[in-house]
C-alpha cells in the first residue's frame, strides 16, 4: 500500500505542516486533481518550479528533490502500486524490477 502525499514547493505554507487535507491544498496555484501523465522527474522538476501541486505515492518520497516538499494527505485512502508490462517486453532491466518488487527489496541499479 501506498500512502498519498500532497507534493509542492518547499516555499509554501503547507511544507512545514504534518498533515494536511485535500481541502488545503485544492486552491494552490498549479494544484492538479491527477498527476499529469509525465514520468516522475519532470512532475518533480515542475513542482519544484512552482507550476504544480500534486499528490504522489509515499514509495516516491526519497526521489524528492531538495526543493520540493511531501505531506501526507489526511482524507485520501491509500492506494495499490501495480507494475505492468507487456508480456513480449525485451527491456533488460525488466527481471531485475520484478524481482525487486516480488521480494521487497530495495532496487539499487538497472541495466538500461
Known sequence: MVEP???GPRNRHLAGRAAVPVADFEGEPGCRAQCPE???DEIMDR???GRLVTVVGSAATDRLP???SAVPVTDLPPTTLALC???RSST???P???GAAASGRPLTSVAA
Open 66 to 68: 531538495c526543493e520540493v
Open 85 to 87: 508490462w507487456l508480456s
Open 47 to 49: 513542482v519544484a518550479l
Open 5 to 7: 502525499g500532497a507534493s
Open 38 to 40: 509525465s514520468g516522475l
Open 96 to 98: 531485475a524490477l520484478v
Open 92 to 94: 533488460p532491466g525488466l
